[in-house]
C-alpha cells in the first residue's frame, strides 16, 4: 500500500485527486459525447467497457441488463498507447507503449526481460524496496487479445526465495544477474537449435542433411522448451549461491538432461523408416553426443577428470 500510495503521488499531475474512480457507477447512455475525460479521473480509476447492470428481482434471482453503445466509455488519446500510470504495468521503452503478449503469455525469456532486463520500464509494484529480505512471490497476469477475439487469460507465479531478494534490491547485484540469466537463454537456444534440432531431424529423416516439417518435430522441441520454462528461476535463484563455474556446470547439466529427455523420448516414439532405423538412430546418436559436449562442455565433468589424469601422466 505505501508504494502505491507512494506512486499515486506522481501521477497527480496528469489525474484529478478527486475524479471518477469506479466508472461503472456513473450515469452512462451509450452516446459518444458521454465519454469521461480520462484526465477527470482518479489515477487508480477502474474502467468499464460495456453497458451492463446487474438487478435483483422480487424473487431473490439476479438478473443481468445490457445494453448497446456508440461510443466508448473512457475519452483517452491514442498516443497514450496504455501508458496510463498503471503501478503494474511494464512499459516498453523501444516501443513506448504499455507491455503487450502474444498467446505464447509468460515465457521465462519475457518474464527474464520484465524483470531483469532493460528493455522495459518496471511499474512501481515491480521494484523491491530497500530493505525487503524476505521470500516473496512475482505474480504476473494478463489477458491477450487476438484479432476479433482473445487469446486467453495468462497466469503465472513465481516464487522468490530470500537469498535472490537481496541480489534484486542492489542494483549491481541485479546487473549481474540478469547477465547470468541473459546468458542462460542465449544456451538453451544454442542447445535447443544446435543440438536438439539436428539430432531430432535425423531420427525422423534417417539422414543427417534432410530437415522434416517443424510440426513432424514439435512435440519433443515444445517439451524441451516447457521443461526449461518451468526450471529456469528456480535454478536461476539457486545459483546465487554458486561461484561462476558451478552455476555454469549446474545450468549446463540441466540443459543436457531436459535435450536428452527428448532424445530418447523422440528415439522410442517418433514414426521411423523401418529400413533406416539403425542407420537413423546411429547417425542421430552421433550427432547428438557430438553437439552435448561441443556447446555443454562443463556438463561433462568426466572429460575434465580425464584431462587432468592425461596431464599428470604427462608431468610423470
Known amino acids: 500500500m505505501q508504494v502505491l500510495g507512494d506512486a499515486r503521488q506522481d501521477l497527480l499531475d496528469r489525474y484529478d485527486a478527486h475524479g471518477h474512480m469506479l466508472l461503472w457507477t456513473e450515469p452512462w447512455g451509450g452516446a459518444k459525447d458521454e465519454a469521461i475525460p480520462i484526465d477527470n479521473c482518479d489515477p487508480y480509476f477502474v474502467e468499464i467497457c460495456r453497458r451492463i447492470r446487474f438487478t435483483t428481482g422480487d424473487d431473490g434471482s439476479l438478473r443481468c441488463w445490457r445494453a448497446n453503445t456508440k461510443g466508448q466509455r473512457l475519452d483517452a488519446p491514442d498516443s497514450l498507447n496504455g501508458m496510463t500510470g498503471d503501478p503494474w504495468t511494464p512499459i516498453d521503452k523501444g516501443e513506448g507503449k504499455a507491455l503487450t503478449l502474444g498467446e505464447a503469455g509468460f515465457t521465462y525469456q519475457k518474464l527474464h526481460d520484465i524483470l531483469l532486463g532493460k528493455n522495459y520500464e518496471r511499474p512501481p509494484a515491480l521494484e523491491f524496496q530497500s530493505g525487503e529480505t524476505d521470500a516473496m512471490y512475482l505474480v504476473a497476469r494478463t489477458l491477450v487479445r487476438g484479432q476479433g477475439k482473445t487469446?486467453?487469460?495468462?497466469?503465472?507465479?513465481?516464487?522468490?526465495?530470500?537469498?535472490?531478494?537481496?541480489?534484486?534490491?542492489?542494483?549491481?547485484?541485479?546487473?549481474?544477474?540478469?547477465?547470468?540469466?541473459?546468458?542462460?537463454?542465449?544456451?538453451?537456444?544454442?542447445?535447443?537449435?544446435?543440438?536438439?534440432?539436428?539430432?531430432?531431424?535425423?531420427?525422423?529423416?534417417?539422414?543427417?542433411?534432410?530437415?522434416?516439417?517443424?510440426?513432424?518435430?514439435?512435440?519433443?522441441?515444445?517439451?524441451?522448451?516447457?521443461?526449461?520454462?518451468?526450471?529456469?528461476?528456480?535454478?536461476?535463484?539457486?545459483?546465487?549461491?554458486?561461484?561462476?563455474?558451478?552455476?555454469?556446470?549446474?545450468?549446463?547439466?540441466?540443459?543436457?538432461?531436459?535435450?536428452?529427455?527428448?532424445?530418447?523420448?523422440?528415439?522410442?516414439h517418433a514414426p521411423q523408416s523401418a529400413t533406416r532405423y539403425w542407420r537413423a538412430h546411429s547417425s542421430a546418436e552421433s550427432i547428438f553426443q557430438g553437439a552435448l559436449r561441443n556447446h555443454l562442455p562443463e556438463a561433462f565433468p568426466e572429460k575434465d577428470t580425464a584431462e587432468q589424469a592425461s596431464v599428470r601422466k604427462a608431468k610423470a
Open 151 to 268: 487469446d486467453g487469460l495468462h497466469h503465472r507465479i513465481v516464487p522468490v526465495p530470500s537469498k535472490a531478494t537481496t541480489f534484486l534490491t542492489d542494483d549491481t547485484a541485479r546487473d549481474q544477474l540478469a547477465k547470468r540469466a541473459k546468458m542462460r537463454i542465449e544456451k538453451a537456444a544454442t542447445v535447443r537449435s544446435k543440438v536438439l534440432y539436428p539430432a531430432l531431424s535425423a531420427v525422423l529423416t534417417g539422414r543427417p542433411d534432410e530437415r522434416p516439417d517443424n510440426d513432424q518435430l514439435a512435440p519433443w522441441m515444445d517439451a524441451f522448451d516447457r521443461a526449461i520454462d518451468a526450471r529456469f528461476f528456480e535454478r536461476l535463484w539457486a545459483s546465487v549461491e554458486m561461484d561462476q563455474q558451478d552455476a555454469q556446470a549446474d545450468w549446463q547439466q540441466l540443459l543436457r538432461n531436459e535435450a536428452q529427455t527428448q532424445f530418447d523420448d523422440a528415439k522410442d
